[in-house]
């Protein structure tokens, strides 16, 4: 039986990881979860889960997928209280010959995907009944400190970070808050690809709660494990020592591409 839902929220990247545990744990706040992602039949077996998850299957990166998603959402509902914007992929790039088009399929998937939805979105967010609509954007604790290979993942986490942060200025005439949530190695199926030590590695279910809980509070930012966040301002402190500590070796660096990293 269907509960009376809290808030109305939009998640992409819900199909897999660290998106299908944010709707599983939003939907049993219950609250209604619309879960997006391009896996129409990994949406259809996360909303048999909770009659408070609905499946929209979309392509945040096309233009005509989206068109079709807002229309669909529309339906739905009249209105959203809070997106959560999620999806993303990583591409190593592998010198001394990367594939330099990595950057650009990364930057479409994890930047202006999320622009994308915050196009789509904030429309129905201004309709929120109850006057606070929430844009929370999971970007990663890769920003803080250079790592080898990840040109490509971490350039767009960054202009990710910047881009909401901007936007949090220019929406708060409107009441619309925008938390940038940074999480550090999670178990998922994106992670299980790299082949390097991941610190303070945590289990996705941990990671979704954690991240549901501390974003009611509406935060600026949230960044978790803080041992990692502590780990990574050793490269702002002694940055030619980080550059020496995570240096790929040669074998490393001829490794062919993985998708990886962050969420």
């Not at 979309?58 to 809070?82: F, K, N, P, V, Y």
């Not at 901007?166 to 999480?183: F, G, H, Q, W, Y």
């Not at 490269?235 to 993985?258: I, Y």
């Amino acid at each position: 039986m269907a509960r009376k839902p809290n808030k109305v929220i939009w998640i992409t990247g819900a199909s897999s990881g660290l998106g299908r545990s944010l709707a599983i744990a939003q939907a049993a706040r219950g609250n209604r979860v619309i879960a997006s992602a391009r896996s129409e039949d990994a949406l259809e077996e996360l909303a048999a889960l909770d009659a408070n998850i609905t499946a929209l299957p979309c392509d945040i990166t096309d233009a005509a997928s989206l068109e079709t998603a807002g229309a669909r959402m529309a339906e739905i509902s009249s209105h959203l209280d809070q997106v959560i914007l999620n999806a993303g992929n990583c591409e190593y790039l592998d010198f001394p010959d990367p594939d330099w088009a990595a950057i650009r399929r990364v930057m479409e998937i994890n930047f202006f995907g999320s622009v994308n939805c915050v196009r789509l979105a904030l429309p129905m967010l201004r309709k929120s009944p109850g006057g606070q609509p929430h844009i929370v954007g999971v970007a990663s604790q890769v920003t803080a400190a250079p790592f080898p290979r990840s040109e490509a993942y971490g350039a767009s986490k960054a202009a990710l970070q910047y881009f909401f942060d901007s936007l949090r200025i220019d929406l708060a005439s409107e009441k619309i808050d925008v938390t940038v949530v940074n999480p550090g190695f999670v178990d998922t199926p994106l992670t299980r690809n790299n082949n390097f030590p991941m610190p303070f590695l945590m289990d996705v279910d941990r990671a979704a709660s954690r991240i549901v809980k501390n974003i009611e509070a509406r935060p600026r930012s949230y960044s978790f494990p803080l041992r990692l966040s502590a780990l990574l301002f050793i490269s702002k402190l002694m940055p030619a020592f980080w550059q020496k500590m995570v240096a790929p070796r040669t074998e490393r660096a001829k490794t062919q591409s993985n998708p990886g990293v962050g969420k």
